[in-house]
Structures are given as structure tokens and as C-alpha cells.
């Protein structure tokens, strides 16, 4: 029974001994530092690299090549003074650096960490005599355990404006609940994608079912629903170009304006560690996540680093590479305006990953009743062609009437 | 460790009860709020207490009809709320209380 | 170890439901009722349930009550609410009267008939690691074969819903045209 | 020991509750004063219906605020995200400056005025210098190699003010790299500045009579250097904003303001050839010898910040055209006019003559004398025309000095702009409009 | 203010009434209080479409001063640059303003643009522009006191002075 | 969790000093003099120079200190770039209660410093009347490398531990009376009224 509630694993199958709970124990304690090590280099990262991009140098001073800046803002932000504006609703304003720390660091729980894919392991590796995979939880619902935790992640964000008890926060406030709503079925629906091709929940399942580059998520689902899916979760991070929520040059500082000290600390660290996060799981369902890159049956070997770790090294490898897309998107998009933002998740995100779900789900279909794929992919383009172009229309008469009568909303 | 497994196990009536105590909640939250909006969450309640005793239902007759009622309330939850979310939006643009009690015309 | 999952997830749920009748503040309502939102999820993933508990806390969690924050902040009707006031004579103790006695009368119903439920299906699907997913499938079979048009019909309603409230709430003339 | 009382209460210059105003009060914060005709202003009662005061809440953008460039407040009437009224607050940053030009010699004036337009300090020095020559008549004697260094550093200073508006304008949008990208351009051309006059920002290198020091040895391979380097960063631009589809989507039909209204509000400079009216006083008005360069008014189509973004842009290409000709042409000879009244003599006779010592002496203590009469020169400054209006009383102090500041003017129209927008809009409108407060409150 | 000799023969040309003068070669209007609003108006049908600026001076330290044409120098004066694209011309009016009786009809009607001019010169020399929709204060706060370009305004400034800054 | 409660406390006041504690001081004030935000409070020509100086050519982010917050609730230094007129400082003084101990000054230019060359009715003789300055950095404007030297003598101050002695023993700074503004700083929020 517990098994099943916590993770599937099969070590916790049957008789539940010490060294399973020590192992997961280990597990919880090795994810937490791990999250926290890699946000505090993350906004290093970020740092150094964006002051790459814009000919700067970078911090420098605080440790070798800056590396300990994280650690200084830290523990300056620890050790400074912290207030509770009198306007506040005070239970929430605590409340609320939690509310978004917290499933930051859950989501962290369900990604694939490492692992052995040789020899048909399929990930598990032995730990102290036990078979294990290197992921704190598996549970079956995994994917849809992620899209639940980042829809309950926008609470710290709502709550922090509010709660402020003024203007600009409150704004930032509702601009954070509208995006999150219009982004979410942006990022379900090009995830669908991806459970229609591995046909699993299973976070690990998903990660077993890309064993070389051309099975990778990526190749099968056919690029739409990765991009989408990109997109739609730089919104959720509420990066930018999608950071109206802080937008420093409208709102000041959005829904963090008024915190200070510790708390403005966590809002920060949730930040980040939501980019880590969020990047991992892009590379768990698309590109492999730990899986070695294999192009047919010549799979690349990392030399002098054993088959048990090497996954967490290719997956650090892959995590990277989002990390400084992100920082990229960072340095080089201006940012959407409100209504922009709305037109692109509900006229562009939403309908594209709808119809590339459709397109997937007909082919596949058209495969198991032993139909032409050529003519059910044809056919299946142009009624989604045609519906796309009904839309247009709308869109279009909608336009018209709203200049008409002079409608705003 | 054992131990622990060894206590007493709930049983379907408990969840039983319980959503029965969370039905009576919200129907105490209905007839006793004034603000729409409250009265919605409490009407939520009471779904909910509906859903858990399906599930707890479910898994003591073994069938897993109960489970997809549950999925169906689900999606006619989310429809009640945004028709109902979209009324009392239309309704505050032209009042600027929020109480039913000043809700009593039908037409704004 | 079920039984302590049940205490803490029944405290979750009782807790958030007293809060959300007895609150004045309408988000600290909202708050409350995520509060119980999640303790049935977990119910429900005791109940072998996984599927349903993560649509519970996408849906309820992540869309319908995001939507009544969005509503309160909106409107700004955030103040706290009156509760002193009491609009109907003896509405309170008539209303506790009638909530207590439909509770009493449902528990009363089941303790009674407890022993008359036997099972009757061909059985609920247990997770294990040889199919982490069977209850997903067989809960997939069973809404889209016998319950097939009852689904479409819920996605139907979404879309008249949808449609419906657009219609409603939108705004038909601008700012300074004019009528 | 001095309390100050917190607080920012500026009373009757605050946007006020619409039931405090007089419609005709009201007509002018929402910006319809030229917008609407009688019967449609008639119908704004309706404004009031339509969006009751409880549903819009006043916010206050600034006095210190990331993106209102320095020390602009604004007071904006929002209904959930869209502007109705929009009051702008100026005088935060009130120094003074015509009230220190009274107590400042003409020789002294330039170090006062180039402190208005910190952006385009050497522009402010030029007209005031313009204005104080044309009151002593030695406007036509200035010598050539004067003219020429005026027109080059006057070119060399748009650019550089542009380079900024780029770096802030996409700073504003969320740009950031774009900011630092402007920054690190106009550096180049502020490190030749500094060569030149000393000194980066608030030069008072342009003074009455010419200028204060000769070009210094190799200063042509510095501004070729410059103008070499140039295009291709200005290419990068493109790249990254021009054809930016956000970039474009933020800024196309925001901000929208017609000819009619520009010049009904006096708007100059790009805001107004953005609306297509191609006024320039470097070719309509010509002064020093822009009437001999070959450039072209970049003119936009629509009014909005979009046309303002890229005449700009343009304008920084203009203007490097028009720097290659001044290389051309630059002649040699003195740099300030050889006249004992106004030019103090040359360092090296100062050593040499005990009166070269004491004209020098007296010429900075004293000033020299300027006759009566009063005046009034303009020029295109990056940010329109800036205009100096001197009155003496035939002294060596100007009795009144006013500069006519194209921000003050500028910033009239931003509630035009503005109304209807979004705030994210309005953060581009500001951009756009590119005040620098410095010059609005003086 | 008298200029320099050979420019005032020279002004005997008049225009809506009012007479003319060249001063370095632009052209001046003197108008009078009552003609002010006529004669821009007058001159905006003319084409001068667009007010460049407006601003005020203190004739307060020079009371010697004639103006003539007839015109009683007054202790202030209102400049209004006006400016037409059209023909490429400037043209500036000069009104007197007495110390008595500081007021002036408002431009706003004409020239929108004037509007933020005239409360600068309300401020900065308390002249009061009639109609004007908004009279406040611009550049100094709301409650401060006199009108710091008048001539009778001192400069303010304090003597450079060290405090006790404990350091 | 706020650790930090009045002016003269740097978050340590309670602890004696002996071997461990004096390692965590340092490292306190090693972390503030590495990671020390501004606070964007540009005015006039300064505020140009001291963006400048954020950007590629002097670059602050060596110092960790590109991250200039608008909002001063997060910011450690406040950098006044240019002159404050009558009419600015009472915003000053607003956004300096706003921010959060331990909070520093420069005063950047002759303007801030001493109202520089702006001797007149207008303008604030020397922004130290307003709130305690801790370092000034002269210049008109002070070119980016006056200002990165003024910022590195700040640092080197906190490293110190010098301004903290020097607050305890003035009560705040160059006399201006604390105390009675801070009663009132709780309600005020930046940029909006």
C-alpha cells in the first residue's frame, strides 16, 4: 500500500526493510541539496553568462569567478532587516515565499535523476544490495503530477500580490492568475502529445521509452508540441519574454515589490529552481532525460565515469543547454505586452498543440485499424487546415464587430 | 515499522461519514454566507463531499463506475464555475456590493 | 499507516471546510477550500484513485479556484465580510439545525445499511510495479466505450459554458464613444 | 537636525477624482481636447457612467519609477489595465537654471545651460552661444573652422543621444541586452568627447565667439574610427528589434498622434516627423552651415512609437553622413573669433604680456558686455527644436534667460498618447517621447 | 526696452493693428492685452499654425525702459514665439503686463500646446492666464511661496557652509 | 525572521564575541560588501554617468551590483545621482525609510553632495540634510571610475564594520533624527499613493 502511494519502486515492494527508507531518506535529503546547490549556481550561471552576451564581465569579486555571488546575496538578504507593510494581510504575506517555494522543489521529486540505460536495465541501478531507480518518486501519475504542481505553484505568486495590500503587486497579482490559466492547457495539451507516443504517466516509463535519438519525444511527436510546450513554460516560469508578473519597467518590481530580506530570498530561489525544474522535465519528456545519446545502435560512451552515474551526467549536460536557452530568451526578447500574451496562448498555443494532438491521435488510429498513414495524415491536415481557417474567420468577424461597436475587453 | 500496518485500517464507512459531515458543512456555508462567491465555494464542498463518498463507494462494491461519476462531476464543476464566475462578474459591474441579499431583481 | 493518512488528510478536510464557512475574508475562504481540496486528493490516492487525485488538483486547484481568486481580485470585493450581521431572523441556528440533521440523517443511512453493500463490479485495478498505470486504463475503458456519450456530452457542456459566459460578461460599448 | 515630512502631496497638480474636476479640466486628462468635436466631448458624461469611479483606481508612476526616465510622475486612471486619464507631474527636478543664468556672466552661461539637455549638453551650448553672438551682431564673423567643429560636434552629440534612446527604449520594452548594446556605442563616442573637450557629460565646450580649444591632434582617425564602427552594430540592431515580430507588435499603433495634434501642441522633433510632417530646422531654418550638407529628413506615416523608434534610428545614419561631409570640408584656421571683447587671448601670450594677463583676467571675472535687446535662436536639437530667449540690459549678466525646451513641450502630448492604451503601453509611449527631465523642469 | 537705433526706424510697418518691429532679424508684434488673443488667433489663420513657446520677464530692474510706438512699458512682459511650417517663419508677440493687475487671457483655446507655458509662467512670475483650465503650480511644489523668476525674488542662495557632519 | 530590527543592530548585536561568532560576522559583512544592491535612484546628469557605469565598458556586475531594484524594499545602497530639489526631497527621504536596514548612501555628483554649482532657491544644498550619506563621490558629473572608487571605499567601510560603529555613536548619521520617521515608514509604499 505504501508503495503505491509514495512510488513505484521495487524495493519497496513486499516487506518494507530499514535500508529502503534509508535509501529513500538519502533520496529526499540528496534532492533537496542537490535543488538547492543547482539553483545557487543557476543564478550564477545566468549571471555570467548574460554578461557574456552583453560584453560585460560578470561578478567577480565574490569567490573564484564569482562563483559564491549566490551565496553573498543569500546571506545578505538573510541578515537584513524584514517588514510586514501595515496594509498588509500579514497570515498571507508569510504564507506566501512558501506557497512558492515549496512546489518548486516537489516537482523536483519525479524527475528521472540518473541511472544505468545499458544492457537493457532500463535505469535501475543497485544501491547496497538494493535495485532502485535515481528519482525520489515515481508515482503513476507523474506527468500529470508535474502539470499539478506548476498549476498550484502560481498560488505563492497571487497570494504575495495581494496581500501586499497595494496597487502595483496587486496587478502583478492578477496578471500572474491569467497567464498561468491561459498557458496551463497550452502546456497539458502538447503534453498530451507526448503521453499519446509513450503511452505511460510514468516519468520513468516516458524516459525508458526514448532509447535513441529517434525515438526521443522530440523526433516522435514531431517537434510541434516540444516548441509549444517551451513556450508555454517559459510562461509558466513567468520568465521572459514572459514576465509581465515582475515587469520591473511597468510594475516596479509586480507582485514582489513589497518583499524584503528572507522572503524576497525564497521568491527568488522559487524562481530559479522553477527554471531548473522546469528544464529537466522539458529534457525528461522530450530528449531522453538521462538516457545516453544513441543514434541507431552506436551509443555514446562517456569515458572513465561508470554506467551508474553516467546518466546524471548526460542529463546535467541536457539541463544545461535549457538553462542557457532560457538565459538567451532572457537577454534578447523584448516583453509581451498583456493582451499579446493572451493572443498568442489562446489564438496561436492552444489551437497549434489541439490540432498537432489531433493530427498524432488520427495517425494513430489510422495505424491500428491498418489504414493508409499517408491519406489519414493528409486528410486529417486539411480538416485541421480548414478548422484553422474557420477560426481565422472568427477572428476576424470578432475584429470587425468589436471595431464596430467600439467593445474593449 | 510492522506495527504500524498492524493498526486498525479505515474502512469505507469512515470516508462515508466524513463527507457526509463535509456535505452538512456546506450546506450550513450556503444557507449562511451572503457572499456569492462564498456560497459558491461552499457549493464545492458539498460536490466534493459527493465525490469522495463515490470513490470510498467505488473501491468497497469494486466497480469503477464510481470513479468515472467522479470524473464527470469534475468537468461540470469547472463548467458551473465559469458560468457562475461570468454571472457575478456581469452582476458587480453594475453594483458595487456583493451580497445576495441585494441581488433580489432579475434584471441588473 | 493508512489510518494516520486518513486522520490527516480528514483533519485537512474538515479544517478547510469549517474555514471556508466561518472566514470573512474571502480569499482566506479560497485558501481554505484548496486546503480541502487537497485532502480529498489524498483520499483519493488512498482510494487507488491516482488519476482522479491529480485531475482534482489540476482542476479544482489549479483552474477553479485560481478562477474565484482572479474573480475577488478583479472586483476587489477582498474586504472582509460582515459576519455579525444576521439578514433572517434565527437563520443561523435554523440553517446549523438543517445542516446537522441532513448530516445525521445521511450517517444514519449508512451505518444502517453498511452490511447490504457487497461487490458488485469486476473489481477496481490495484497499482503495482508490473502496471503502474491500471487503473488509468481501465478507467479509460470504461468512459470512453460504455460511458462514451455521456463524455461528449460533458465537453459539449464546457463549450456552451464557455461560449455562454464570454457572452455575458463581455462589455458592448467602449469607453468614450458613447452610446 | 531637519525633519522632513514624507510624502509626496502636490495637491491641485495631482490628477484629482473626476467629481472634482470641471469637464473642460477633464476633457484635457483624458487628452480630447483636440480629439473629440463638441457633440462627441458632449457625450463624455457617459465616460463617467460607464466606468464609475469605484471600478478605476489612480496610480502614481514615479517621481522614482524604472521606466518614467528620471524623475516624471504620473498619475494614471486605470480600468483594470487601460489608461483613461493620465496626468503627468514634472518639477521634481526643478534646479533653477534660469534664474542661475540671471546671476551668471555670458561667458559663465554655457556651464549652466549644457546641465539642462544632459544628453545633448553640446546643443544646449550651441544655441545659447548662437543667441548671445546674434545679440553682440558677430553672428556672420564667426570663423569657418568654428562653424565646422560646431556642426561636427553637434552631429557627433545626436548620435550619441540616440544611441541612449535606443539603449532605454529597449530597456523600457524589456530588452535588456539592447540597452547595454546603446550604452557601449555611445561610450565610443563620448571617450572622443573627452579627448576633445575634457570632459564626457557638460562640456561648456561651445562658448560665445567659437569654441574653447582647437580639435586635438588626430581627432579624424577618432570620428572615422567611430563612424567605421558604427553600421554594422546598427545592423545588430536590426536584427534584434527592428525585425523583432515583439518588438514590433509593442510598438506599431501605440502611441498613436496626428499631425493636427502635434502641431496643435507644439510637439517637435521626431514626434512630429513621426506623424509625417518633415520639419527639420537643420534644412528648414538652416543655421551654422547645415543648408550646404546633403541629408534627408527621415519622416514617418503613423504617429506612433514604432515611426518615433525608427526615425530615430535613421537618424543616426543621417547624421553620419552628414559627419563624413564635415570631414571633408573641415577647414583650417582659428577655432573662436579674434575679437578682444569677447575671446580672451591665447595661453601662451599670457605669459608673455601683462595685458594679455589682465584682459584674460577680466574677461572670466567680468564677463564682457552685451548690448541691449532681446532674442530668440533655435536649433534641432535631438529632441526638437530648443530654443533660447535672452533679454539684456547691456550688461555682462543676461537679464532673462529662458530656453525653450522641446521635453517641457514634448511631454504635453503624452495623455494623448496614452489614453486608451495599456500600461504597458504607456511605458512605450514614454520611451518614445524621450524626455529628459533635466530639460522639462530646468 | 529700446533697441539699438536704426532698428527702431525701421519699425513702422503695423500688422493686425498692432506695429511691428525687427530686432537681429526677426519679426516682433507689440500687441496690447486686449488684442492679445485677437491677433494670435489672426496670425494662426495667417498660418502661423503651431506656439512654440511662451514665457514672461521681469521688467522690475529696469524701469528706464521705453518700447516705443506709444506703448506703456510695463513691469511685465508675456514673449509668445510663434512659428509657421508652412511659409518657414517665426514671429514672436510682446504683451505688457501691468504689476497691478497680473492676468492674462489664456492661448488653450488656440494653442493647446501653450497650456504647460502658461502655468510655468504662472509659476515662475504669478501671472495669471485666464480660462486656463488647470492654474496651478508646475515646477515648484503646490505650497510654495512668491514666484522665484520675479526680480524681487532673490536667488536664495545660501553660503557655502560646512555643517557639524558627524563623522 | 526579519533579523535585522532597528538601525544600530547589524543582525549581531545580541551575541557576544568570541571565536565562532566573529567568523559569522565576517562573513556577514563579507556577504554585504560582495552582494550590495542599489537602489535606482537616478535624478539628472549623474543618473546618465551611473548607468554608464552599470554597462559594458565599468561594468558594476563585477561587485554583484547589476541588480539595481526598483523597488527599495530589496535594495541595500542608495545611490543619489544628481540634484535634489525642494520639491524631490521629500520622495527621497520617502524611499530611503522604505528601504530596509542595513542600508548605505553615496551621494554621487557636487549636486547631491552640496548643491554644487545650483546655489538657489530650487535645490537642496547637499543631499546629507536629507538622509546620512556614507560616502560622496565628487565629479561634475563624477566619471564612472570616481563612482566605482566611491562604491569600492563603501565596501571596504562594510567590510570594515566601520559605518556601523559610526551610526551607533551619531544615532543614524549627519543629524538627521531618525527615529521619528521611522514610526511612520511601515504605510508608505513606493509609487503609489
Redesign the interface.
Known amino acids: 500500500m505504501i508503495g503505491a502511494i509514495l512510488a513505484i519502486d521495487p524495493m519497496l515492494e513486499g516487506n518494507v526493510l530499514w535500508t529502503p527508507l534509508l535509501i529513500v531518506l538519502v533520496k529526499v535529503l540528496l534532492v533537496f541539496v542537490v535543488g538547492l546547490v543547482a539553483t545557487m549556481l543557476m543564478v550564477w550561471f545566468e549571471r555570467k553568462v548574460i554578461a557574456g552576451m552583453q560584453n560585460r564581465v560578470g561578478p567577480n569579486k565574490a569567490g573564484p569567478w564569482g562563483i559564491l555571488q549566490t551565496l553573498a546575496d543569500g546571506i545578505k538578504l538573510f541578515f537584513k532587516e524584514d517588514l510586514i507593510p501595515e496594509r498588509s494581510d500579514r497570515f498571507m504575506f508569510r504564507l506566501a515565499p512558501y506557497l512558492a517555494l515549496v512546489p518548486a522543489f516537489l516537482a523536483f521529486a519525479i524527475i528521472p535523476l540518473g541511472g544505468d540505460f545499458r544492457d537493457g536495465k532500463g535505469g535501475l541501478v543497485t544501491l547496497f544490495g538494493q535495485q532502485t531507480r535515481l528519482q525520489l518518486a515515481d508515482p503513476p501519475v507523474g506527468v500529470l503530477f508535474a502539470l499539478a504542481i506548476s498549476s498550484i505553484a502560481v498560488y505563492g505568486i497571487m497570494l504575495a500580490g495581494w496581500s501586499s495590500g497595494s496597487k502595483y503587486p496587486l496587478l502583478g497579482a492578477v496578471r500572474a492568475s491569467a497567464q498561468m490559466v491561459s498557458y496551463e492547457a497550452a502546456l497539458g495539451l502538447s503534453l498530451g502529445a507526448v503521453l499519446l507516443v509513450s503511452g505511460t504517466l510514468s516519468t520513468a516509463g516516458i524516459v525508458n521509452m526514448q532509447s535513441s535519438i529517434g525515438n526521443w519525444n522530440i523526433v516522435a511527436t514531431g517537434f510541434v508540441p516540444f516548441v509549444i510546450f517551451l513556450i508555454a513554460a517559459t510562461a509558466e516560469l513567468n520568465r521572459p519574454p514572459f514576465d509581465l508578473v515582475e515587469a520591473e519597467q511597468e510594475l516596479v518590481g509586480g507582485f514582489n515589490t513589497e518583499y524584503s530580506s528572507i522572503r524576497f530570498a525564497l521568491f527568488f530561489l522559487a524562481e530559479f529552481m522553477n527554471t531548473v525544474t522546469m528544464s529537466a522535465l522539458i529534457v525528461t519528456l522530450f530528449f531522453g532525460g538521462p538516457q545516453p545519446i544513441s543514434i541507431g545502435n552506436t551509443t555514446l560512451d562517456i569515458p572513465f565515469i561508470p554506467n551508474a552515474i553516467e546518466g546524471t551526467v548526460w542529463l546535467l549536460l541536457k539541463v544545461l543547454v535549457f538553462l542557457y536557452i532560457y538565459v538567451w530568451f532572457r537577454a534578447t526578447l523584448p516583453r509581451f505586452r498583456y493582451d499579446q500574451l493572451m493572443d498568442l496562448g489562446w489564438k496561436i498555443l492552444i489551437p497549434g498543440s489541439l490540432g498537432w494532438f489531433m493530427l498524432l491521435a488520427a495517425q494513430r488510429v489510422g495505424r491500428d485499424a491498418g489504414w493508409d498513414q499517408i491519406v489519414v495524415t493528409l486528410v486529417t491536415a486539411l480538416v485541421l487546415i480548414g478548422g484553422y481557417g474557420l477560426l481565422l474567420a472568427a477572428q476576424h468577424v470578432s475584429r470587425v464587430n468589436r471595431e464596430k461597436d467600439g467593445a474593449s475587453f | 515499522m510492522s506495527l504500524m500496518f498492524s493498526l486498525a485500517e479505515p474502512t469505507s464507512t469512515w470516508y462515508l461519514v466524513l463527507s457526509a459531515v463535509l456535505f452538512g458543512i456546506g450546506t450550513i456555508g450556503v444557507m449562511v454566507r451572503r457572499n456569492p462567491l462564498i456560497m459558491f465555494m461552499c457549493i464545492e464542498l458539498m460536490l466534493n463531499a459527493v465525490n469522495l463518498s463515490f470513490v470510498a463507494l467505488s473501491s468497497q462494491i469494486a466497480n469503477i463506475d464510481g470513479q468515472v461519476v467522479v470524473f464527470f462531476v469534475l468537468v461540470v464543476a469547472a463548467a458551473e464555475v465559469v458560468v457562475g464566475l461570468g454571472i457575478i462578474v456581469s452582476i458587480m459591474r453594475r453594483r458595487t456590493t456583493l451580497t445576495v441579499d441585494d441581488m433580489s431583481g432579475l434584471k441588473g | 499507516m493508512e489510518l494516520f493518512v486518513f486522520v490527516v488528510a480528514a483533519a485537512m478536510v474538515l479544517g478547510g471546510a469549517l474555514g471556508v464557512v466561518t472566514r470573512s475574508n474571502p480569499v482566506h475562504a479560497a485558501m481554505s477550500l484548496v486546503l480541502t481540496l487537497f485532502g480529498i486528493a489524498v483520499m483519493f490516492v488512498s482510494h487507488n484513485a491516482h488519476f482522479l487525485a491529480a485531475v482534482q488538483v489540476i482542476v479544482y486547484a489549479g483552474a477553479i479556484v485560481v478562477l474565484f481568486l482572479f474573480v475577488i481580485m478583479l472586483l476587489g470585493v477582498d474586504k472582509a465580510e460582515d459576519l455579525s450581521v444576521e439578514p433572517i431572523t434565527n437563520q443561523r441556528p435554523l440553517a446549523a439545525i438543517i445542516g446537522v440533521g441532513i448530516s445525521a440523517i445521511v450517517i444514519a443511512a449508512i451505518v444502517s445499511s453498511r452490511a447490504g453493500l457487497g461487490a458488485s463490479g469486476e473489481g477496481v485495478n490495484e497499482t503495482t510495479f508490473e502496471s503502474p498505470d491500471a487503473n488509468i486504463r481501465q478507467l479509460a475503458r470504461v468512459i470512453f466505450s460504455d460511458n462514451v456519450f455521456a463524455f461528449e456530452l460533458t465537453s459539449v457542456l464546457l463549450l456552451v459554458a464557455v461560449i455562454g459566459t464570454v457572452v455575458m460578461a463581455r462589455k458592448t460599448k467602449s469607453v468614450g464613444t458613447g452610446k | 537636525m531637519t525633519i522632513i515630512s514624507a510624502g509626496t502631496a502636490e495637491g491641485g497638480q495631482e490628477l484629482l477624482s473626476r467629481s472634482e474636476l470641471t469637464a473642460k479640466e477633464l476633457l484635457r486628462e483624458v487628452g480630447s481636447v483636440l480629439r473629440l468635436s463638441e457633440t462627441e466631448a458632449a457625450l463624455l458624461a457617459e465616460v463617467q457612467t460607464e466606468a464609475p469611479e469605484d471600478q478605476t483606481m489612480i496610480i502614481n508612476m514615479g517621481p522614482q519609477h524604472p521606466s518614467t526616465h528620471g524623475v516624471l510622475r504620473l498619475m494614471l486612471e486605470l480600468q483594470g489595465e487601460t489608461v483613461l486619464r493620465c496626468k503627468p507631474i514634472i518639477g521634481y527636478l526643478h534646479t533653477g537654471m534660469e534664474k542661475t543664468g540671471e546671476a551668471l556672466t555670458y561667458m559663465q552661461g554655457g556651464t549652466n545651460v549644457t546641465r539642462m539637455d544632459y544628453l545633448s549638453p553640446l546643443n544646449n551650448e550651441l544655441v545659447f552661444s548662437l543667441a548671445v553672438e546674434k545679440l553682440l551682431g558677430i553672428d556672420g564673423d564667426i570663423p569657418e573652422r568654428a562653424v565646422w567643429m560646431r556642426m561636427l560636434l553637434s552631429e557627433l552629440n545626436r548620435m550619441s543621444s540616440h544611441l541612449l534612446f535606443l539603449a532605454t527604449n529597449g530597456m523600457d520594452l524589456g530588452a535588456v541586452s539592447m540597452m547595454l548594446y546603446g550604452w557601449r556605442e555611445r561610450e565610443d563616442v563620448l571617450r572622443f568627447f573627452q579627448k576633445v573637450t575634457g570632459l564626457r557629460m557638460n562640456h561648456n565646450f561651445i562658448r560665445p565667439g567659437g569654441l574653447a580649444a582647437d580639435l586635438p591632434a588626430g581627432w579624424r582617425d577618432d570620428v572615422l574610427a567611430i563612424l567605421e564602427g558604427l553600421p554594422s552594430r546598427l545592423e545588430e540592431y536590426d536584427i534584434l528589434m527592428t525585425g523583432q515580430p515583439i518588438w514590433r507588435e509593442r510598438l506599431q499603433g501605440v502611441g498613436v498622434i496626428t499631425a493636427q495634434e502635434a502641431i496643435a501642441l507644439g510637439a517637435t522633433g521626431p514626434i512630429l516627423r513621426s506623424t509625417g510632417v518633415a520639419w527639420d530646422l537643420r534644412r528648414d531654418m538652416p543655421y551654422l552651415h547645415y543648408d550646404k550638407m546633403e541629408f534627408d529628413v527621415i519622416v514617418g506615416q503613423y504617429g506612433d512609437a514604432y515611426d518615433r523608434y525608427s526615425i530615430r534610428f535613421n537618424e543616426i545614419r543621417e547624421s553620419m553622413r552628414i559627419v563624413y561631409q564635415v570631414l571633408e570640408n573641415m577647414p583650417s584656421g582659428d577655432f573662436r573669433i579674434q575679437n578682444k571683447k569677447v575671446t580672451p587671448p591665447p595661453r601662451a601670450r599670457i605669459d608673455e604680456s601683462m595685458e594679455a594677463l589682465i584682459h584674460h583676467f577680466k574677461i572670466f571675472t567680468e564677463g564682457f558686455k552685451v548690448p541691449e535687446g532681446e532674442v530668440y535662436v533655435s536649433i534641432e536639437s535631438p529632441r526638437g527644436e530648443i530654443g533660447c530667449y535672452i533679454v539684456s540690459d547691456g550688461s555682462s549678466n543676461p537679464y532673462r534667460m529662458h530656453v525653450r525646451a522641446p521635453s517641457f513641450v514634448n511631454i504635453q502630448t503624452m495623455p494623448h498618447m496614452m489614453r486608451g492604451g495599456l500600461v504597458a503601453d504607456a511605458v512605450a509611449v514614454i520611451s518614445s517621447v524621450d524626455p529628459v527631465l533635466g530639460e522639462v523642469d530646468r | 526696452?529700446?533697441?539699438?537705433a536704426d532698428t527702431m526706424e525701421n519699425a513702422v510697418e503695423t500688422q493686425h493693428g498692432c506695429p511691428v518691429q525687427d530686432?537681429?532679424g526677426?519679426r516682433v508684434l507689440h500687441a496690447s492685452r486686449d488684442q492679445y488673443v485677437s491677433v494670435i488667433k489672426a496670425l494662426a489663420d495667417e498660418g502661423y499654425?503651431?506656439?512654440?513657446?511662451l514665457?514672461g520677464?521681469?521688467y522690475l530692474?529696469?524701469p528706464q525702459r521705453t518700447i516705443g510706438f506709444d506703448i506703456q512699458a510695463e513691469r511685465f512682459e508675456v514673449?509668445v514665439?510663434l512659428l509657421s511650417?508652412s511659409q518657414?517663419k517665426?514671429i514672436?508677440v510682446r504683451v505688457q503686463v501691468p504689476a497691478d493687475d497680473c492676468t492674462m487671457p489664456t492661448l488653450f483655446d488656440i494653442?493647446?500646446?501653450?497650456?504647460?507655458?502658461e502655468r510655468?509662467t504662472f509659476d515662475?512670475f504669478g501671472i495669471v492666464f485666464t480660462g486656463h483650465?488647470?492654474m496651478?503650480?508646475?515646477?515648484?511644489?503646490?505650497?510654495?511661496d512668491g514666484h522665484?523668476?520675479r526680480k524681487d525674488?532673490?536667488?536664495?542662495?545660501?553660503p557655502?557652509q560646512f555643517?557639524?557632519?558627524?563623522? | 525572521m526579519g533579523v535585522v530590527q532597528n538601525i544600530a543592530d547589524d543582525g549581531l548585536g545580541g551575541m557576544d564575541h568570541n571565536f565562532v561568532t566573529a567568523r559569522i560576522e565576517d562573513l556577514v559583512k563579507w556577504a554585504r560588501s560582495r552582494s550590495s544592491w542599489g537602489a535606482s535612484f537616478g535624478l539628472a546628469c549623474c543618473a546618465i554617468e551611473m548607468m554608464g557605469t552599470g554597462a559594458s565598458h565599468y561594468d558594476l556586475s563585477r561587485f554583484g551590483m547589476e541588480v539595481f531594484r526598483a523597488s527599495p524594499r530589496q535594495a541595500d545602497i542608495m545611490i543619489v545621482a544628481g540634484r535634489v530639489s525642494q520639491k524631490m526631497a521629500p520622495v527621497l527621504r520617502q524611499v530611503y525609510d522604505q528601504m530596509m536596514e542595513p542600508k548605505w548612501v553615496i551621494s554621487m555628483g557636487v549636486c547631491a553632495s552640496s548643491g554644487g554649482m545650483f546655489n538657489n532657491y530650487a535645490i537642496v544644498q547637499g543631499v546629507d540634510q536629507i538622509v546620512p550619506v556614507d560616502v560622496y563621490a565628487p565629479g561634475c558629473p563624477p566619471t564612472p571610475e570616481t563612482l566605482i572608487h566611491a562604491i569600492e571605499t563603501l565596501h571596504q567601510l562594510i567590510e570594515d564594520g566601520e559605518i556601523m560603529r559610526r551610526r551607533v555613536s551619531n544615532n543614524g548619521g549627519a543629524g538627521v533624527e531618525l527615529s521619528s520617521e521611522l514610526a511612520a515608514h511601515t504605510s508608505v509604499t513606493i509609487g503609489t499613493k
Open positions: 526696452m529700446s533697441d539699438s530686432s537681429h526677426q499654425e503651431m506656439c512654440v513657446d514665457t520677464v521681469d530692474a529696469m514673449a514665439n511650417l518657414r517665426r514672436r494653442h493647446p500646446g501653450t497650456e504647460a507655458h510655468e515662475m483650465p488647470d496651478t503650480r508646475i515646477l515648484m511644489p503646490e505650497d510654495w522665484p523668476l525674488y532673490s536667488q536664495g542662495s545660501i557655502v555643517k557639524g557632519a558627524n563623522s
